[in-house]
């Protein structure tokens, strides 16, 4: 999906980029987000053969293929990963099996970039469809990161910043993220990070630039570090000097790129509100890339492990609203119904993420028998600077305390 869905707040009511505008399956760059179209004839959906054949393919690879399945991939995909997990999970697991010559991720975009700059050259990054493109990480871009850069510089503050990239970003934004003396986080060590960078200069004067999920970026430092809301601005790249001015940008302490989860900011107050009423005694879990007041008005708050985790350990009898992905939640919910544990989607509408749902039983079949028959297909590969300094934000957060 293409189209950032905006939503009901007017902090969510971004213009779409030129990029967003892209008709699906048009084009042909696999170094983008963007969509483009698959190039093979991909099996038939209702081919009744199809689970046979993903495990002859696989199976006729053998150890030369490993595949991965983010969490929030369908039934039908996960079945065939040999492991599950987040995205930066994932990128270290394939890391560590040098003997696949193929990673297959099943997840999307950026999660197969970062594959590829966590593994050796020898290991080639497959993604089953070339439209599983993340809308977060398109929602900044190479450009208008610079341009934020240069409005910092001329506020006078760009040497007191420091970026600080959630994983859920493109390879250009890592990598201006480790040239620029940044760190990369996840969702599960967002707080990590922040204090490592209020560290890196006089802790009063220093800034952080968070890109591109301003929700993690507002929940980490408000929730976990003690700051107010008055302490971050938002940058907004679709105005003149991100809509804000040199004033306000010196007096901020969280500058928060303009961009958001279209599943989890789908996410409101009164989902929370709802589900309290519809089910006594409910538990409200949700992931902090959703908005600051579902996250203040929830029970607990954290990564989808985190998520599993806190489930994994709930009593039975136990009730549970989730707010994430509802792939994962169904599934977690069919895990955990035999112990007695009651767990129900946030919101009554559905919220799959359209592009990660681009990666389907046909697409899978395509790339393994592709692969089997000596075809390397939709190659997902990172040039070398942008690997090297994307590497550099990433080993920093590796070293993070
Ligand atoms: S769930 Fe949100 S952040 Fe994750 S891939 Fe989908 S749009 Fe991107």
Not at 186 to 194: E, H, W
Not at 329 to 355: H, M, Q, Y
Request: with cysteine.
């Amino acid at each position: 999906m293409r189209v950032v869905t905006t939503a009901q707040t007017p902090e969510l009511d971004v213009q779409p980029s030129p990029l967003a505008l892209l008709l699906l399956g048009r084009e042909a760059d696999p170094k983008s987000e963007r969509g483009v179209e698959c190039p093979g004839d991909l099996p038939s959906p209702s081919d009744p053969d199809l689970v046979a054949r993903a495990r002859a393919a696989k199976e006729k690879l053998g150890d030369k293929v490993f595949v991965l399945g983010h969490h929030y991939q369908r039934d039908e995909v996960i079945q065939f990963a040999d492991v599950t997990g987040d995205s930066f999970k994932l990128a270290r697991d394939a890391a560590a099996r040098p003997e696949a010559e193929y990673i297959v991720f099943c997840g999307v975009h950026f999660m197969a970039e970062s594959a590829d700059i966590l593994t050796s050259d020898d290991q080639k990054v497959v993604l089953p469809d070339l439209a599983a493109g993340c809308s977060m990480a398109d929602m900044a871009t190479a450009e208008q990161v610079a341009e934020c850069w240069d409005v910092l510089t001329e506020a006078g503050i760009a040497e007191q910043v420091v970026p600080v990239s959630y994983m859920n970003s493109s390879a250009d934004i890592k990598a201006f993220t480790g040239k620029h003396g940044g760190t990369i986080c996840t969702s599960s060590n967002a707080k990590r990070a922040l204090d490592w960078a209020f560290e890196q200069g006089e802790p009063s004067a220093t800034k952080v630039l968070f890109l591109p999920d301003q929700h993690l970026g507002r929940n980490t430092a408000v929730r976990d570090m003690g700051m107010s809301l008055d302490d971050c601005v938002v940058y907004n790249p679709h105005k003149p000097n991100g809509g804000l001015t040199a004033d306000e940008l010196r007096a901020a302490k969280m500058i928060l790129w303009r961009g958001h989860c279209s599943v989890h900011g789908r996410f409101s107050l009164d989902s929370v509100n709802d589900v309290r009423a519809r089910i006594p005694g409910v538990n409200v879990l949700v992931h902090p890339e959703c908005r600051h007041e579902v996250v203040a008005a929830a029970d607990h708050v954290g990564s989808t492990e985190y998520i599993i985790k806190t489930l994994e350990a709930a009593p039975a009898g136990s009730k549970w609203a989730i707010g994430t992905e509802l792939n994962l939640v169904r599934r977690l919910a069919n895990r955990f119904a035999p112990e007695g544990k009651e767990i129900v989607f946030l919101d009554r509408t559905v919220c799959f993420c359209s592009t990660m749902n681009r990666i389907d039983l046909p697409h899978l079949v395509w790339a393994l028998e592709s692969l089997a028959e000596g075809n390397l297909v939709n190659r997902i590969e990172v040039d070398k600077e942008t690997e090297a300094f994307a590497k550099l934000a990433l080993e920093r957060m590796l070293a993070l305390p």
